[in-house]
């Protein structure tokens, strides 16, 4: 029995790493990540870094990046924020976005109630 026993082992082997050897080279649908998945993932960990080197609050990171990720965009800006601390840097303020307005500016902008004018009977309209 011990001779016919070998030759089946032996084809099973060949069989089994030629198959393993042949699989190895191709890509197999759904075993890798999406490219676009990886590539917006990626970008916006980088939105989330760079909130919290123009030191942005999350939320306001989260505000003005609405189709980002959020799990990514916090990722960056937890790693900035780790980076920063350990290396003792500060932010740099951002420029080239207009500030929110504080009450008193908004208070002057508002527009002023209308006036009361008078009709011909001299009834206010």
């Known amino acids: 029995m011990a001779p016919t026993l070998r030759p089946h082992l032996l084809r099973l082997l060949l069989v089994s790493s030629t198959s393993v050897l042949l699989l190895s080279g191709c890509e197999i649908p759904g075993v890798y990540p ?3 998945v990886v590539q917006r993932d990626a970008d916006a960990k980088a939105t989330g870094s760079g ?3 123009a030191m942005r609050s999350l939320e306001d990171c989260y505000a003005m990046n609405t189709k980002a990720p959020k ?8 790693e900035m924020d780790a980076y920063m601390r ?7 303020a951002p420029s080239g976005v ?4 504080t009450e008193e500016v908004e208070q002057a902008e508002a527009p002023a109630a209308p006036e009361r004018r008078n009709n011909r009977n001299g009834r206010a309209s």
């Open 71 to 78: 799990a990514a965009v916090f990722a960056g800006w937890k």
């Open 86 to 92: 350990e290396n003792k840097l500060e932010g740099v």
């Open 98 to 101: 207009k500030p929110a307005p």
């Open 34 to 36: 999406d490219p676009k």
């Open 51 to 53: 909130c919290r080197h």
